[in-house]
């Protein structure tokens, strides 16, 4: 085979070789789910549907997960002034793990009108992951603390997860044994709305691996060429 033709295949070989381990990459997956609340307020029980979206992008050793509402849920019956409402919600883990994570965000940054559905900020934690595998989050309940009184709503509908990662534990350790919440870290953040994928560290790392693969065949075209070379210059 000519110089030309097996650098051609060689450069064919690293760029299919880099293809390969990102489709074989861990995918991660999120939807927007519609969930049905019923709200125990001071005033009795309300019910309120709302989209959910919940993203998490890779942080550290751990996940940034951020819990966001497309639509207002509960209201009260008087006027809530700048600060007066404080959110915080917990996420439902399953899969690979189990528990639930704690999420929270910033009071209201504006007045909401009385008998007005009370529009959630984004809510974020923190997700380190205990174990290996496919970990689902699943919206939970949801606390709106206003003008000292305490608002409580649940999901009714049993609704599916809205966020799917392929994570994996500090260690590598896979099916080991936990208990109890998963730690959580919040502030306040702008997630948006809508489905996105997640970016994800197992998915980073294939890109990584995919380049190194291109690299080394890469490396070895060229040393192909100088040895093609010398021996064309020993005939000589």
């Not at 909401?112 to 595998?133: C, H, Q």
């Given at each position: ?24 990459a ?19 029980q ?15 050793s ?71 595998g496919k ?15 305490t ?12 966020l799917?990662?392929?994570?994996t534990?500090?260690?590598?350790a ?18 948006g709305?809508?489905?996105?994928l ?15 693969g ?23």
């Amino acid at each position: 085979m000519s110089y030309p033709k097996r650098t051609a295949a060689l450069a064919s070989a690293a760029a299919l070789a880099g293809a390969a381990v990102l489709l074989a990459a861990p995918a991660a997956h999120a939807d927007v789910v519609d969930v049905n609340y019923q709200c125990k307020t001071p005033i009795g029980q309300k019910r309120a549907l709302s989209p959910i979206d919940i993203k998490g992008v890779r942080s550290g050793s751990g996940y940034r997960i951020t819990m966001s509402w497309q639509k207002g849920v509960s209201s009260s019956p008087v006027e809530l002034g700048k600060g007066a409402m404080s959110p915080s919600a917990t996420i439902r883990l399953g899969g690979a793990d189990s528990g639930t994570l704690a999420v929270s965000g910033p009071p209201n940054a504006a007045a909401i009108p009385a008998n007005t559905p009370i529009k959630i900020s984004d809510l974020t934690g923190t997700y380190t992951p205990r174990k290996t595998g496919k970990v689902t989050f699943t919206a939970a309940t949801l606390t709106i603390k206003a003008l000292g009184t305490t608002t409580t709503c649940t999901p009714t509908n049993n609704p599916k997860p809205s966020l799917t990662l392929d994570v994996t534990a500090a260690g590598g350790a896979s099916n080991a044994s936990s208990s109890g919440s998963s730690s959580a870290s919040s502030s306040g953040g702008s997630g948006g709305s809508g489905a996105q994928l997640p970016q994800t560290g197992p998915e980073d790392s294939a890109v990584a691996l995919g380049t190194l693969g291109g690299t080394v065949l890469l490396a070895g075209a060229a040393g192909d060429l100088w040895l093609t070379r010398r021996n064309q210059a020993v005939r000589r």
